[in-house]
């Protein structure tokens, strides 16, 4: 018994070493990612050149003068006072020490927010967070654009958080609070925040702050603050028109809705009003509830979006209000997180579709993530019994493989339940962005891509399958079959994936996934093959006679395509996705489909597909071998890295439910 208890306490103090090295490991990868992404930010700014740098920002290097005339400047007359001394550097100089600074200043927001994560916090969570958070914001859109001269949207940010986690004396933590209100005035929010949180006299000195550095700014430069606070109302206006689409705030939201006047006023008034409200009282709450990160992040949002401007660099707030969790699944705690960070880092464009009827959604992303934080997400309270142990995902068990030489790597293990639906849609949509900004930018050299089609057409030759021609010109002259194979190829490429995969998640999440991965892999293989091998279509190659039934006749010596040359690389033909896809769809229906004829129209859409591609002159017959290549690769991919589709949940296992945790009390957390 000795000698056994002593080999488990081995192997367990073995565990913890183990478990320790792989944390230290990815702790110090994740830390050189985050340093190799902020070298990266740094030579995106520094490789502007000097004399263009500065250009935005037209401060006068003495007094007098005035601090708006350039109309670049967007700042209070307080932050003007304290940027001005910097004004006598180098621009080479200013341009390094800025880019540094702000750098710098964004790794402290990491690390101090990486402490205020409530308790108890997880120790993978602890370690991993800071540099997790820091890699996000250096390459998020308020954190690259905030470098630019003049932004000191950063600074108000850890001013803040430092008051709120790290400074030990109220009167301290009061003035760095006024210090950022001063810089950013909407963060004057916090002073409520920190009255209805108990914390009385810090609100008091940072009320005070506020009121000396206004004070100061309006005694030293009386004409810039005049501008500033009363011909420019807070700033509206400065650097930029209020309706643009830099100002994500309801004010800005509501002119690009066409409102002005005094009704636009009186709305923009009763909303920030409202929102406030709504937004203070929750953020109290989660103070209270020992979120006190989330509290600040959840202030933060509302102070951007009640703003007079509320500047896309001020909206750093939206990206630390991932520290709420939402969600009663395991499965739903991601959608939150992914949202926000796909918000805060990829342009508009590629999260919705360019349709007039989203415009009003695509073009306020921005204000509505921090709307969502600030109003309406239901972040869990501490209290839940979900805040530890939410509901599990189930999964199936491992399979063994059907063929004994092909080796399974279960690289990821095969969930049973239904994905959640906003995190499917978010994914379908920037993935599918994806592929079409890496398919645009493939290469595109017409020569290159001709050569291969002269290489490809003369391959079918040798085969005896160039029959690409004619199957073209006597479809021409049988219009209604022409009519039939445009519409085809124009119309189902994505109705039928779309439909299928919508069908598969309602009535079989199960294989839906299996479906959907596969689907996945097959289109970044084709990517790769866009790469490697453009490719002419039939329609694009001089001199063999192809007629291009959907897009017309085209000028070979100087081709024009139209609309489709701006968003679709012509060249991206090999291998083809219109035939992957739809064989893709073919096998999937067949092998899912319950009833014979499901099976024939399944087993008919790739054959169409092929002719249709075939009729139209979009692609040579060896394009299609290529499409089939790389569906089976993607089906084979899957099958190899997760297992057979027939894994089940064993009969008779059932789903835990997370049990009741002890009531966690509602003091604030106490800062460090």
């Not at 006598?88 to 402490?115: H, I, N």
């Not at 409530?118 to 993978?124: H, S, T």
């Given at each position: 018994?000795?000698n056994?208890?002593?080999?488990?306490?081995?192997?367990?103090?073995a565990?913890?070493?183990?478990?320790?090295g792989?944390?230290?490991?990815?702790?110090?990868?994740?830390?050189?990612?985050?340093?190799?992404l902020?070298?990266?930010?740094a030579?995106?700014?520094?490789?502007?050149p000097?004399?263009?740098?500065?250009?935005?920002?037209?401060?006068?290097?003495?007094f007098?003068?005035?601090?708006?005339?350039?109309?670049?400047?967007?700042?209070?007359?307080?932050?003007?006072?304290?940027?001005?001394?910097?004004?006598?550097?180098?621009?080479?100089?200013?341009?390094?020490?800025?880019t540094?600074?702000?750098?710098?200043?964004?790794?402290?927001?990491?690390?101090?927010?990486?402490?205020?994560?409530?308790?108890?916090?997880?120790?993978?969570t602890?370690?991993?967070?800071?540099?997790?958070?820091?890699?996000?914001?250096?390459?998020?859109?308020?954190?690259?654009?905030?470098?630019?001269?003049?932004?000191?949207?950063?600074?108000?940010?850890?001013l803040?958080?430092?008051?709120?986690?790290?400074?030990?004396?109220?009167?301290?933590?009061?003035?760095?609070?006024?210090?950022?209100?001063?810089?950013?005035?909407?963060l004057?929010?916090f002073?409520p925040?920190l009255?209805?949180?108990?914390?009385?006299?810090t609100?008091?000195?940072?009320?005070?702050?506020?009121?000396?550095?206004t004070?100061?700014?309006?005694?030293?430069?009386?004409?810039?603050?005049?501008?500033?606070?009363?011909?420019h109302?807070?700033?509206?206006?400065?650097?930029?028109?209020?309706?643009?689409?830099?100002?994500?705030?309801?004010?800005?939201?509501?002119?690009?809705?066409?409102l002005?006047?005094?009704?636009?006023?009186?709305?923009?008034?009763?909303?920030?009003?409202g929102?406030g409200?709504?937004?203070?009282?929750?953020?109290?709450?989660?103070a209270?509830?020992?979120?006190l990160?989330?509290?600040?992040?959840?202030?933060?949002?509302?102070?951007?979006?009640?703003?007079?401007?509320?500047?896309?660099?001020?909206?750093?707030?939206?990206?630390?209000?991932?520290?709420g969790?939402?969600?009663?699944?395991?499965?739903?705690?991601?959608?939150?997180?992914?949202?926000?960070?796909?918000?805060?880092?990829?342009?508009?464009?590629?999260?919705?579709?360019?349709?007039?009827?989203?415009?009003?959604?695509?073009?306020?992303?921005?204000?509505?993530?921090?709307?969502?934080?600030?109003?309406?997400?239901?972040?869990?309270p501490?209290?839940?019994?979900?805040?530890?142990?939410?509901v599990?995902?189930?999964?199936?068990?491992?399979?063994?493989?059907?063929?004994?030489?092909?080796?399974?790597?279960?690289?990821?293990?095969?969930?049973?339940?239904?994905?959640?639906?906003?995190?499917?849609?978010?994914?379908?949509?920037?993935g599918?962005?994806?592929?079409?900004?890496?398919?645009?930018?493939?290469?595109?050299?017409?020569?290159?891509?001709?050569?291969?089609?002269?290489?490809?057409?003369?391959?079918?030759?040798?085969?005896?399958?160039?029959?690409?021609?004619?199957v073209?010109?006597?479809?021409?002259?049988?219009?209604?079959l022409e009519?039939?194979?445009?519409?085809?190829?124009?119309?189902f490429h994505?109705?039928?994936?779309l439909?299928?995969?919508?069908?598969l998640?309602?009535?079989?999440?199960?294989?839906?996934?299996w479906?959907?991965?596969?689907?996945?892999?097959?289109?970044?293989?084709?990517?790769?093959?866009?790469?490697?091998?453009?490719?002419?279509?039939?329609?694009?190659?001089?001199?063999?006679?192809?007629?291009?039934?959907v897009?017309g006749?085209?000028?070979?010596?100087?081709?024009q395509?139209?609309a489709?040359?701006?968003?679709?690389?012509?060249?991206?033909?090999?291998?083809?996705?219109?035939f992957?896809?739809?064989?893709?769809?073919?096998i999937?229906?067949?092998?899912?489909?319950?009833?014979?004829w499901?099976?024939l129209?399944?087993?008919?859409?790739?054959?169409?597909?092929?002719?249709?591609?075939?009729?139209?002159?979009?692609?040579?017959?060896?394009d299609?071998?290529?499409?089939?290549?790389?569906?089976?690769?993607?089906?084979?991919?899957?099958?190899?890295?997760?297992?057979?589709?027939?894994?089940?949940?064993?009969?008779?296992?059932s789903?835990?439910?997370?049990?009741?945790?002890?009531?966690?009390g509602?003091a604030?957390?106490?800062r460090?």
């Amino acid at each position: 018994m000795a000698n056994a208890a002593e080999h488990s306490g081995a192997n367990g103090h073995a565990g913890v070493i183990g478990s320790s090295g792989r944390l230290g490991a990815a702790r110090f990868l994740l830390w050189a990612l985050a340093g190799v992404l902020a070298v990266r930010q740094a030579a995106a700014v520094l490789r502007v050149p000097p004399g263009e740098w500065l250009s935005d920002f037209r401060l006068p290097s003495g007094f007098p003068g005035s601090l708006y005339d350039g109309g670049q400047f967007t700042g209070t007359p307080f932050a003007g006072l304290v940027l001005k001394p910097f004004l006598g550097l180098a621009a080479p100089s200013l341009e390094v020490a800025w880019t540094c600074v702000t750098l710098l200043l964004v790794a402290a927001v990491g690390l101090v927010a990486a402490r205020g994560l409530p308790d108890p916090v997880p120790r993978r969570t602890a370690l991993l967070a800071a540099p997790v958070l820091v890699g996000l914001m250096m390459v998020s859109l308020p954190v690259r654009e905030a470098a630019s001269p003049g932004q000191t949207a950063v600074l108000p940010v850890l001013l803040v958080l430092l008051a709120m986690f790290r400074v030990p004396g109220e009167r301290p933590a009061g003035f760095l609070v006024g210090l950022a209100a001063a810089l950013q005035p909407a963060l004057l929010l916090f002073a409520p925040l920190l009255w209805l949180t108990g914390r009385r006299p810090t609100a008091k000195a940072a009320a005070v702050t506020f009121a000396a550095a206004t004070a100061l700014s309006w005694a030293t430069l009386p004409r810039d603050s005049w501008t500033y606070w009363v011909h420019h109302l807070a700033g509206t206006g400065l650097g930029g028109a209020p309706d643009g689409l830099a100002n994500q705030s309801v004010h800005g939201a509501l002119l690009r809705l066409g409102l002005s006047g005094p009704a636009e006023i009186l709305l923009y008034v009763a909303l920030a009003a409202g929102i406030g409200w709504v937004g203070l009282r929750r953020a109290a709450r989660y103070a209270r509830d020992g979120q006190l990160l989330l509290a600040v992040a959840v202030t933060g949002c509302v102070a951007v979006a009640v703003a007079p401007t509320g500047w896309r660099h001020q909206l750093l707030w939206v990206l630390l209000a991932v520290a709420g969790k939402v969600g009663k699944r395991a499965a739903d705690r991601p959608v939150w997180p992914v949202a926000v960070v796909l918000a805060m880092t990829l342009p508009s464009d590629m999260l919705l579709p360019n349709l007039a009827a989203l415009a009003p959604v695509r073009d306020n992303v921005l204000l509505l993530a921090a709307l969502a934080a600030a109003c309406a997400v239901p972040f869990l309270p501490r209290s839940s019994p979900y805040w530890r142990e939410p509901v599990p995902t189930a999964y199936g068990r491992p399979a063994a493989a059907r063929w004994s030489r092909v080796p399974l790597l279960p690289f990821w293990r095969r969930v049973l339940s239904r994905p959640n639906l906003l995190l499917e849609l978010l994914l379908i949509r920037v993935g599918y962005s994806l592929y079409s900004h890496i398919r645009a930018a493939a290469p595109s050299s017409r020569s290159l891509a001709e050569g291969h089609g002269s290489q490809i057409h003369a391959v079918e030759r040798a085969l005896g399958i160039d029959i690409e021609r004619a199957v073209n010109h006597a479809v021409v002259h049988t219009p209604w079959l022409e009519k039939f194979f445009n519409f085809y190829y124009t119309s189902f490429h994505f109705v039928v994936p779309l439909t299928i995969l919508a069908v598969l998640y309602w009535r079989r999440p199960g294989d839906y996934r299996w479906a959907r991965a596969s689907l996945g892999l097959a289109t970044v293989l084709a990517l790769i093959g866009f790469w490697l091998y453009p490719l002419a279509p039939p329609r694009l190659m001089p001199g063999l006679g192809f007629i291009d039934t959907v897009h017309g006749p085209q000028d070979l010596a100087n081709p024009q395509y139209g609309a489709m040359t701006a968003i679709s690389n012509q060249y991206a033909a090999m291998p083809s996705l219109h035939f992957g896809w739809s064989l893709w769809c073919g096998i999937v229906i067949i092998t899912l489909a319950p009833k014979g004829w499901q099976k024939l129209l399944g087993a008919l859409h790739p054959l169409i597909t092929v002719c249709a591609i075939v009729a139209t002159a979009n692609h040579w017959v060896l394009d299609a071998v290529g499409g089939a290549a790389v569906v089976i690769a993607g089906f084979g991919l899957v099958y190899v890295l997760s297992g057979p589709r027939g894994a089940f949940l064993p009969a008779g296992l059932s789903v835990p439910r997370p049990r009741e945790p002890e009531r966690v009390g509602t003091a604030s957390r106490t800062r460090a």
